[in-house]
T-cell receptor
């Protein structure tokens, strides 16, 4: 069964609105989760590392005020795209490391965001 | 900095034929290497991984990959491709602090 879930699977929103995407670790607790963005027919680009109980770590070039990450519990991280624009339309995927220092990650099914 | 190159954007293989997808990496230390598969609109599924030991690793769905340090390569192979193997394949390297650096992907098309 699925180890990581994401909700919603797809969402359409209007420009200027905010949208929240949830990532849940179903089988185990996760102090760290990762958020990726994937443009059509392109690779996954790491956006940020979500850290339970502390601030997220953003990759270079990712606007932390636009992509708000909250890791409020050991099983839930949320990504909020604020003041969305059409160029934010993308496939957002989260992942959870298998263990404390493991590179092996479980990936969520992804969320397709379309901003009109 | 770590990087991964997948030189083939897409590959077409006849069903039943063998497959090899290329992956070259750049990493200073001993790399952790992965191959993932992604079906359209889906998340990623791990096919196989290399951390250490035997350089030929077996994965799910009949896939295998060989780590060649001298060539900085980790090519994915399958002896006989099935139509259900059509998907996007990503090679990735562990980039520190549990982060993964992905290649640009290779789209596999399977012809009848």
């Amino acid at each position: 069964g699925a180890v990581v879930s994401q909700h919603p699977s797809r969402v359409i929103c209007k420009s200027g609105t905010s949208v929240k995407i949830e990532c849940r670790s179903l089988d185990f607790q996760a102090t760290t989760m990762f958020w990726y963005r994937q443009f059509p027919k392109q690779s996954l680009m790491l956006m940020a590392t979500s850290n339970e109980g502390s601030k997220a770590t953003y990759e270079q070039g990712v606007e932390k005020d636009k992509f708000l990450i909250n890791h409020a519990s050991l099983t839930l991280s949320t990504l909020t795209v604020t003041s969305a624009h059409p160029e934010d339309s993308s496939f957002y995927i989260c992942s959870v490391p298998q263990g404390q220092s493991s590179y092996e990650q479980y990936f969520g099914p992804g969320t397709r965001l379309t901003v009109t | 900095a770590q990087s991964v190159t997948q030189p083939d954007i897409h590959i077409t293989v006849s069903e039943g034929a063998s497959l090899e997808l290329r992956c070259n990496y750049s990493y200073g230390a001993t790399p952790y290497l992965f191959w993932y598969v992604q079906s359209p609109g889906q998340g990623l599924q791990l096919l196989l991984k290399y951390f250490s030991g035997d350089t030929l690793v077996q994965g799910i769905k009949g896939f295998e990959a060989e780590f060649k340090r001298s060539q900085s390569s980790f090519n994915l192979r399958k002896p006989s491709v099935h139509w259900s193997d059509a998907a996007e394949y990503f090679c990735a390297v562990g980039g520190g602090f549990q982060k993964l650096v992905f290649g640009t992907g290779t789209r596999l098309l399977v012809s009848p």
